[in-house]
RNA sequence: GGGCUUGUGGCCUAGCCUGGAUAAGGCGUUAGCCUCCUAAGUUAAUGAUCAGGGGUUCAAAUCCCCUCAAGCCCGCCA
């Protein structure tokens, strides 16, 4: 809908004034769309951009009227209100189930994200990833696109072999109750402590790296147990946040099978390769001082020649690759997509994020300085569990629990989402807590009271004519949700979903309190019972596509 | 030292890429609103040299340069 106003009015403006680029823009509080067109041509006319808005009104004025959009000048600006038309066919479209949902996209999209280090639980910086790459994957899915999410595990990392070596020589049991990614990151502190007190350790840490890279049998073993239990309870808390995987790809898949050599080879063959001892790539052409190091001195390869690995797999399978990352895999990253591009393989899109701290400085997994993502849901959870029970003593406690944890989860993930990816933040307890304003509470409560009002109505008969201020501002807003999924995938931001609920949820609610809906006389109740069906049913749509669920009673 | 990112009322955030109409919300503070569709709501008041300086432009929070501050990176770690 939106965007055939829109091209409607582009159309008409370039005709009227020849210009390729008409300056047409949102319009504010003033009008759906505002063009600046008569600003830049006041100089080629030598006329005041004011007359030459006129100007343009004036002939332009009957062709839009004729596609039910009214055309007024501001000043110097040309504004765009759509008319009733417009309203009610978005009204109509928003009606239906699976709203938003845009056209299938040939070909297929792997996005890969969180693949923290299995040497401990997720931490609140990590489901940062999580909830950023998730809520990516959603919007993906319903702008059409086929996509496979992949967890990449690093499971012969030089973290692993300290855990594998904590187990063995460190006496330490599982605590009753406990989780086992929690028991892992014990085990792991231990062993650094272990580490820092006798250097000595190291040999046999180096020791494990070299067996693990040869595929001995013993310490393949060792080394799969240790990242299996990490593993399976890092899934567990992705599974309570809602940010599941497709799959989990181990890093040392690659090495068993042979492609990393096979890779490696390849790179070797590169006139940027050096290899006195160690292959790198030398990558100065592209900026970077430093070469990227692929295989040690020692033969053994690092991280990144497995990576390389992972993704010219990706680049096999996938028509395009998308991996969410923290701000500290910026060049490391840079340096991965322009070996790809040497290689003449696919090159990943690369979202960052900056970091997630603590009040008292960065969080470190080594040294046990960091608040899990299931500490914070379970806090969360509970606070959830006391404002349903003040609010709604008379539900019975089963359903008071699962309010608590559908508003839990979608407070913890609102609350990450909306912040802009390129902004680093410092962890607060208390905005974690706040289940008001801007928030997905907030957005819940305003969807379980239109759901309320439907329940209420009962049966009516759809009517699709609007003419308060709150009705109209509503269902526009309403006719923008493709238009943001639109804006998701191109700029691959989903903070600016997470913005636009907040606005929807704020003019449902502008609504709510100006007009009465069941309490209007027949006509206008069809009407305004067809708005609310629309309303909830975006609002559904958006909180699903979020990964916060749409709870019909809270 | 070099690179990347950020800096918007007391606090948190949107707007910045694609320059234009009184800089938009929330928290906080103050004063109101439940015989009325769920008050996790709502009305109003309060409060901003858009870090600082320079430049481009008819027009700069937005683009360019410099300075300052914060975070991250610059391993034969991952």
Redesign the pocket.
């Known amino acids: 809908m939106y965007q055939e106003a829109y091209r409607a009015v582009e159309t008409v403006l370039k005709d009227a004034t020849g210009a390729t680029d008409v300056?047409l823009?949102d319009?504010?509080?003033?009008?759906d769309l505002?063009s600046?067109i008569a600003?830049?041509l006041?100089?080629t006319e030598k006329k005041s951009?004011v007359l030459i808005a006129g100007e343009i009104t004036a002939a332009i004025t009957d062709t839009l009227a004729a596609a039910g959009i009214t055309v007024s000048t501001?000043?110097?600006?040309i504004?765009f209100i759509f008319g009733p038309a417009y309203v009610a066919g978005v009204v109509k479209a928003a009606s239906r189930p699976g709203y938003g949902c845009l056209a299938a996209v040939p070909g297929r999209v792997c996005i890969e994200h969180t693949s923290a280090?299995p040497n401990g639980p997720l931490h609140v910086g990590h489901i940062r990833n999580s909830v950023i790459g998730d809520t990516l994957s959603r919007v993906f899915r319903k702008a059409g696109y086929d996509i496979d999410v992949q967890y990449y595990l690093?499971d012969?990392?030089?973290?692993i072999a300290i855990v594998s070596w904590g187990f063995d020589h460190l006496d330490i049991p599982q605590n009753e109750d406990e989780k086992d990614d929690h028991y892992v990151a014990r085990v792991y502190v231990a062993a650094n402590h272990a580490l820092k007190a006798d250097p000595s350790i190291k040999e046999e840490i180096d020791r494990r790296?070299g067996l693990i890279e040869q595929g001995d049998p013993e310490t393949v073993e060792k080394f799969r147990r240790a990242v299996s239990l990490c593993a399976e309870g890092i899934k567990v808390t992705l599974n309570r946040l809602g940010a599941p995987h497709d799959r989990f790809v181990w890093?040392s898949g690659f090495v068993q099978d042979g492609s990393m050599v096979e890779i490696l080879d390849r790179v070797e063959a590169l006139p940027e390769s050096s290899h006195d001892?160690?292959l790198a790539v030398d990558l100065t052409a592209f900026g970077f001082?430093?070469?990227y190091?692929l295989r040690?001195?020692?033969g053994t390869?690092?991280?990144?020649a497995r990576d390389l690995a992972y993704h010219v797999w990706k680049g096999e399978h996938f028509d395009r690759l998308i991996n969410v990352l923290?701000?500290?895999?910026?060049?490391?990253g840079a340096q991965l997509q322009a070996t790809m591009k040497l290689l003449g393989e696919k090159v990943p899109e690369i979202v960052?994020f900056?970091?997630v701290?603590l009040p008292e400085?960065?969080m470190s997994t080594r040294a046990g300085k960091f608040i899990s993502a299931d500490e914070l849901i379970d806090e969360v959870t509970k606070k959830?569990f006391d404002?349903?029970t003040?609010?709604?003593p008379e539900l019975p406690e089963e359903e008071r629990r699962a309010?608590?944890v559908s508003?839990a989860i979608g407070a913890v993930r609102y609350d990450i989402v909306?912040?802009?990816q390129?902004?680093?933040?410092?962890f607060?307890w208390r905005?974690a807590l706040?289940?008001?304003?801007?928030?997905a509470?907030?957005i819940?409560?305003s969807h379980?009271?239109a759901?309320?009002?439907l329940e209420?109505a009962g049966e009516f008969t759809p009517a699709y004519e609007f003419t308060t201020e709150s009705e109209i501002a509503l269902a526009k807003q309403i006719g923008l949700f493709p238009v943001v999924l639109r804006t998701v995938v191109?700029?691959l931001?989903p903070?600016?979903l997470a913005?636009y609920a907040?606005d929807l949820a704020?003019l449902f609610?502008?609504?709510?309190?100006?007009?009465?809906?069941?309490?209007a006389e027949a006509g206008v109740r069809d009407a305004r019972l067809t708005l609310v069906r629309a309303a909830q049913n975006t609002l559904s749509e958006v909180l699903e596509t979020l990964g916060i669920d749409a709870i019909?009673?809270?």
């Open positions: 300056l823009g319009g504010g509080e003033h009008a505002a600046t600003f830049a006041a100089k951009p501001t000043g110097p600006y504004n280090n690093n012969m990392g030089r973290q790296m890093e001892d160690i001082e430093k070469e190091v040690r001195s020692d390869s690092v991280y990144a923290g701000a500290d895999h910026k060049l490391i960052f900056e970091f701290s400085g960065s959830a404002e349903v003040i609010r709604r309010i608590a508003v909306r912040v802009s390129e902004k680093s933040t410092v607060d905005q706040d289940f008001e304003r801007q928030s509470p907030y819940q409560y379980a009271r759901c309320s009002i209420k191109n700029e931001r903070h600016h913005i907040r704020d609610n502008t609504f709510y309190h100006t007009d009465p809906v069941l309490k019909r009673s809270m």
